[in-house]
């Protein structure tokens, strides 16, 4: 499984600060590689619409942009900030970790 993400937006966006980064799943410890097909399976990915539509008023908000690729399937969604459901909340914040994990190794 290759998992895409990318941050866009907010109030001071600074596009190199922002790259996309890809997960592969089969590079991560089995453990990691469980939590974020648990978590992708309870956020209902694969169901998701392709575009959130922001609330009324979101103005600066982050906008994230998730793919998701595996052997039988492919789907891409794109939330933005607040996140309503606790479930994609939840795989934004690993892929946030993730993203910042991958940014501080050397």
Do not use: C
């Not at 290759?2 to 966006?13: M, P």
């Not at 939590?35 to 619409?49: N, Q, T, V």
């Not at 994230?64 to 939330?79: A, K, L």
Request: charged share 25%; hydrophobic share 35%.
């Amino acid at each position: 499984m290759r998992i895409q993400y990318k941050v866009d937006g907010g109030f001071a966006y600074f596009p190199g600060l922002h790259q996309p980064v890809t997960i592969e799943a089969d590079e991560l410890s089995p453990e990691e590689a469980d939590k974020l097909e648990r978590l992708i399976e309870a956020a209902g990915f694969f169901e998701l619409p392709a575009v959130s539509p922001p609330p009324p008023g979101a103005a600066d908000h982050f906008q994230y942009t998730i793919s998701v690729t595996t052997p039988e399937r492919s789907h891409t969604v794109r939330v933005t900030d607040p996140i309503g459901d606790h479930h994609v909340r939840a795989l934004v914040d690993y892929l946030e970790e993730k993203t910042r994990e991958s940014r501080a190794a050397p």
